[in-house]
Structures are given as structure tokens and as C-alpha cells.
């Protein structure tokens, strides 16, 4: 059975930094793809960030130059750093792994950005 844990969220003040971690475990073949999304009340879903195996990325405008994805592969992690935060940041966090085995999601880690 595969599950994704992530951690590190919590209450983050403007301007400031925050890094939040999901680990994979469990049977999960071939990932081909790690993000971060997020969802703020009252609003759909939304990418954050992705990394592919190679290692490409992508993120959404909003945080481009202040959010920075990165993966370990061997333990199937995947972090997102969040600097300059804004108050617009705050929202549930969730991990995706995207694998030929399949496509996983952790249960978010909630992050509030307040002074």
C-alpha cells in the first residue's frame, strides 16, 4: 500500500521561510513526476510546483522566484521551499507522486502565513 506523509507545514510570518517534505512509501514504480499543489478555502486546487525524474521544473507564476522544488530519489522525497511568503500563500499543501504504478496523494499539511 503506498502512502504519502508530508510534514513541515505550520504558521509562517510574511516575508518569511517555510519547507515542507513528503515521503513516499510503499510499492511505487517508475516516478515520473513529483508536485506540490495547494487549496485554499473556498477555491479549487491548484499546481504549485512540479519536478520531473530528469529534473525539470515548473511552477505557477504566483510563486515562481520565491518557491523551490526538489526531490530525493532514493527516498522518495520530495520538498518544497517556500521564501518571501505572502499572506495569499496560506492554503492545504499536497504532495503528488505521478508513477506507472500509479498516481498518489498525500493528506496535506495545512500552511498559514500570518503576522
Known amino acids: 500500500q503506498v502512502q504519502l506523509v508530508e510534514s513541515g507545514g505550520g504558521l509562517g510570518q510574511p516575508g518569511g521561510s517555510l519547507r515542507v517534505s513528503c515521503v513516499a512509501s510503499g510499492s511505487i514504480f517508475n516516478i515520473y513526476a513529483m508536485g506540490w499543489y495547494r487549496q485554499a478555502p473556498g477555491e479549487q486546487r491548484e499546481l504549485v510546483a512540479q519536478?520531473?525524474?530528469?529534473?525539470?521544473?515548473d511552477y505557477a507564476a504566483s510563486v515562481r522566484g520565491r518557491f523551490t522544488i526538489s526531490r530525493d530519489n532514493a527516498k522518495n522525497t520530495v520538498y518544497l521551499q517556500m521564501n518571501s511568503l505572502k499572506p495569499e500563500d496560506t492554503a492545504v499543501y499536497y504532495c503528488?507522486?505521478?508513477?506507472?504504478?500509479?498516481?498518489?496523494w498525500g493528506q496535506g499539511t495545512q500552511v498559514t502565513v500570518s503576522s
Open positions: 503528488r507522486i505521478s508513477s506507472f504504478s500509479g498516481d498518489y
Open positions: 519536478i520531473a525524474s530528469g529534473g525539470r521544473t
